[in-house]
């Protein structure tokens, strides 16, 4: 998922939260996650968010 351009993420999916979660509120989830690890584990979630980056 291309988190550094929430904008620019449009997908439809099945109106099911849990199948097909709306990219904008994902992304909101993904960082409220990251502003409250500390800081060595965020940096951890941010790498880990990357590498998911690459294959979206």
């Known amino acids: 998922m291309p988190r550094r351009r929430p904008g620019q993420v449009r997908a439809d999916g ?4 849990e ?3 709306p990219a ?8 409220i ?5 500390p ?4 940096r951890r ?4 968010l990357e590498k998911l980056d690459e294959l979206w």
């Not at 904008?24 to 960082?31: G, V, Y």
């Open 14 to 17: 099945c109106g099911v939260w």
């Open 19 to 21: 199948c097909c979660t």
């Open 24 to 31: 904008d509120e994902l992304l909101e989830l993904f960082a």
């Open 33 to 37: 996650v990251e502003h409250n690890l």
């Open 39 to 42: 800081r060595r584990d965020a």
């Open 45 to 48: 979630f941010r790498a880990r």
